[in-house]
């Protein structure tokens, strides 16, 4: 039922005749249409229309044979040599004793995690806190865990699924690497994996660090790193 009466709306609307446009084009009508809508009768209008047209190609063709202004614009793309400049580039250098405003970054301990010598540093650039630590972990869940796993063990949720795997953090070697090394890693990538210097500012990246040394002591702590008075409390928990 509802379909017969759908297909029957649809038909009449189909059949209607459309106001204007089959009235417009037959020729006794022509008067009539342009008293109604103001057209000129399309018969006159015609031969203009085209002729404009025309004009309007010609000058196009015309103008672009010679002028091609929005093609080659007089500007430098990155990169690109001038001969205007004595050493060629048109890239050019900053002026001596120019200092950068509001982003210096002249902490370079703080900023790449390397010492003066150019070795990674081993002490945090300041001190580490709980809130440090804990803003750390929350970091490492979001951008660390889902490869390295929330331990650190290597087997996150990717790599389940087939990413490389990374080492451990628990292995000796990167037990003993200096924190300023594992804060490289995350601004310049290592290898397969990519950097982070993007989405992880400094100060959190050094959060993460820390939290990543906090990983490393759980995996491998021993008694003697539980503080006596939780001893007690550790051994009643057995
Ligand atoms: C997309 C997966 C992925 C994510 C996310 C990721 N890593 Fe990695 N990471 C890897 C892989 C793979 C390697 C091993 C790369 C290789 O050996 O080529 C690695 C290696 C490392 C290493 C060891 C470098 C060495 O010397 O062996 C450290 C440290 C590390 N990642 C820290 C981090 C930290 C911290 C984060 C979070 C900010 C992070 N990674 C996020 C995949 C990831």
């Keep these: 039922m509802p379909t017969e009466t759908g297909d029957r709306s649809r038909e009449s609307e189909v ?18 249409d342009r008293a109604k809508v103001g057209r000129t009768p399309s018969s006159a209008r015609d031969p203009l229309v085209a002729l404009f047209a025309l004009a309007a190609v010609l000058l196009a063709l015309a103008s672009s044979a010679c002028r091609q202004d929005m093609h080659d614009q007089p500007k430098y793309i990155p990169l690109r040599p001038s001969d205007f400049f004595a050493d060629g580039r048109s890239e050019r250098p900053l002026a001596e004793g120019t200092v950068a405003r509001g982003h210096l970054n002249g902490d370079a301990e703080y900023y790449t995690g390397k010492g003066p010598d150019g070795q990674p540093v081993e002490a945090f650039p300041f001190p580490v806190t709980k809130d440090i630590i804990e803003r750390g972990g929350q970091r490492f869940d979001i951008y660390c865990a889902p490869c390295h796993g929330r331990l650190g063990d290597g087997g996150g949720m990717i790599v389940r699924r087939g990413f490389r795997r990374p080492p451990s953090y628990h292995i000796d070697r990167l037990r003993n690497a200096p924190s300023g090394y594992l804060y490289g890693v995350i601004s310049s990538g290592f290898g397969a994996m990519q950097d982070y210097a993007a989405q992880i500012e400094p100060r959190d990246r050094w959060a993460i660090v820390a939290y990543v040394r906090a990983l490393q002591l759980s995996q491998n702590a021993s008694i003697g790193d539980v503080p006596p008075e939780a001893r007690e409390q550790l051994e009643a928990r057995k």
């Design 15 to 32: 059949g209607r005749p459309r106001p204007g446009v089959g009235a417009g084009h037959a020729r006794p009508a022509a008067h009539l």
